[in-house]
């Protein structure tokens, strides 16, 4: 009996452990895939084979009726009549292994794992060179919480039938539970060089490779599956969900940010000639590459660690006419190497890895590693120097995102203990006080290379009387000698694709016009943090009292 026969459809059995959360579940749920469980005599049960057939008898043919009979009951979940009709057959089936797997079943349907387990271990030993109750066995055990006696039996199994991909998938999942996470991608891995065309294990092995955080591995399989049923909507979804999982949203608004795009593009047409070998850092699209290589690059090599994006991005340079001078490379710029991956340094660097918070793309370390790698001695880089802008702010629409005060009558200002230490906003001009003017906190020129972590502490005069609610930062870029680019709010009419970050004070500062407020600001090279000197003789916290 092999274990890629039939009877290895889905599983539908009694999982009684619930051993998996919720999202796993309903992830599986939309991928068509049920746990794998123990109970695997699916819509086609696996027939009782010669080998099993311990007391064959000219009335075998008698008994395997009755026994089809037996397993269609259970199937129609009729329990009762399904274990009344093994009882009765019982005397003469006492020594083949499916009777005992059906038996193992049916208690595990009735809830009862005592007596299932009794009956597949006695099926396992009935028929010790068949895979499947040995799998089924270490199903049993995975799911009681055994999972040293689980991988025994997989293991087992997978002597038997080195092919059986379901069985790789199960073990791995046992690795993964104790820890063991490579060599669990290992057993996935193997599983899906032996899937073939089979569907379950390609689907199961996808979340695995979801669960093992291997999204662009997980897309791959479920690409396969795809193919075998490419109007299925359940597959289609869950290909979705990962590849949503692997680009966020804001993609979409960077790629539609006109201002941001012209920006590059004039730098990118300043810089480029006929013999300018170009290197970016964080392909997405290819958007900016593209932009190189129309303004005439010879060579464009570009690299992104995101597989799924990278294979996207070489998709539409091939469809935009750019395949033969754009190259781009699944790999975090940091693994590249000249000869390998580059035929020599660049002449220019383009980045575009900026976060709203300027820095948490790790753009600092990327680019230093890139123009000192990578890039020749005096090499362009676009942009040369970015900057975190802030000015004070305050009004209602921004106290209300971050804090609140009396409502309905009463006092919940404790609450204010959790006031986040930063939200990400897309600002209008109106809806929002500015009580100072802009302040370039920190600004980092990328081609030196010396950035270490930094404090400051930056005196900020009140332009108007009122409350500050906290600070409101932006970007700069500087791309080139020319053009700069800052998604600063008052001078946005269509919002920009980088949003603005407000950072709230632990509570509002009241000021006058004219005062200066001590601002300290700090980076460690990936994230900043802010906060106001306040010293009461000058600067009164407002009471509750003072709220709305
Ligand atoms: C903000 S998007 C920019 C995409 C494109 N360059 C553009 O401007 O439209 C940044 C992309 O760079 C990738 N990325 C970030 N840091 C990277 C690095 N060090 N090496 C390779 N890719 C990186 C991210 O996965 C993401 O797809």
Request: aromatic share 6%; charged share 25%.
């Amino acid at each position: 009996m092999a274990i890629t026969n039939s009877a290895f459809g889905p599983a539908r059995g009694l999982d009684f452990t619930a051993a998996r959360d919720g999202r796993h579940r309903r992830a599986q749920a939309a991928a068509g895939v049920e746990p794998v469980g123990p109970c695997l005599i699916g819509a086609r049960p696996a027939p009782i084979t010669h080998g099993d057939r311990v007391n064959a008898s000219p009335s075998s043919d008698d008994i395997d009726s009755e026994f089809q009979k037996a397993v269609e009951h259970y199937q129609g979940n009729r329990f009762a009549e399904a274990t009344a009709l093994l009882d009765r057959l019982a005397p003469r089936c006492g020594g083949r292994a499916e009777y005992f797997r059906l038996r193992g079943h049916i208690a595990m349907r009735n809830r009862d794992p005592a007596a299932a387990l009794i009956a597949l271990q006695r099926a396992a030993e009935l028929a010790p060179r068949a895979a499947v109750h040995q799998f089924e066995l270490g199903e049993h055990y995975r799911m009681s919480g055994k999972p040293a006696e689980a991988m025994r039996q997989y293991r087992q199994a997978l002597a038997l039938e080195p092919g059986a991909a379901v069985v790789r998938i199960a073990l791995a999942g046992v690795l993964a539970l104790t820890g063991q996470v490579r060599a669990a991608l290992g057993e996935v891995d193997q599983a899906v060089a032996a899937a073939g065309d089979n569907l379950q294990a390609l689907l199961a092995a996808a979340l695995a490779y979801r669960d093992l955080k291997q999204a662009d591995a997980a897309i791959r399989t479920l690409r396969r599956a795809s193919a075998l049923r490419p109007d299925d909507l359940k597959i289609q979804a869950f290909l979705r969900e990962l590849y949503t999982s692997q680009v966020r949203p804001w993609h979409f608004r960077m790629m539609n940010d006109t201002a941001r795009n012209r920006a590059y593009d004039a730098a990118i047409r300043r810089a480029v000639g006929p013999t300018t070998h170009v290197l970016e850092i964080g392909t997405g699209s290819g958007l900016l590459s593209m932009m190189a290589a129309r303004a005439g690059a010879r060579l464009v090599s570009t690299c992104e660690q995101v597989e799924s994006i990278a294979e996207t991005a070489a998709e539409i340079v091939r469809r935009n006419g750019f395949g033969e001078r754009v190259k781009v490379i699944p790999k975090r710029s940091t693994q590249l190497a000249i000869g390998v991956d580059l035929p020599e340094r660049a002449d220019i660097l383009i980045s575009e890895i900026l976060s709203d918070k300027l820095l948490e793309e790790s753009v600092l370390s990327s680019t230093a590693h890139a123009r000192r790698q990578l890039l020749k001695p005096n090499g362009v880089m676009i942009p040369r120097a970015i900057a975190a802008v802030v000015r004070l702010a305050g009004g209602d629409f921004l106290r209300e995102a971050a804090m609140v005060d009396r409502i309905e009558g009463f006092d919940l200002t404790p609450f204010n203990r959790f006031v986040p230490n930063s939200i990400t906003l897309s600002m209008e001009a109106g809806q929002m006080e500015s009580y100072s003017d802009d302040v370039e906190v920190f600004r980092f020129d990328l081609m030196a290379d010396n950035h270490r972590p930094e404090e400051r502490r930056l005196p900020v005069t009140a332009r108007r009387s009122g409350t500050v609610i906290g600070l409101l930062q932006w970007l700069r870029l500087e791309l080139d000698a020319v053009e700069s680019f800052e998604n600063r709010p008052t001078d946005t009419v269509t919002p920009s694709a980088w949003r603005q970050v407000f950072y709230p004070f632990t509570q509002p500062v009241a000021l006058r016009e004219g005062e200066t407020l001590t601002l300290w600001a700090a980076h460690d090279l990936v994230s900043m943090a802010f906060a106001p000197i306040v010293e009461s003789r000058q600067h009164s916290a407002i009471s509750s009292q003072q709220g709305r």
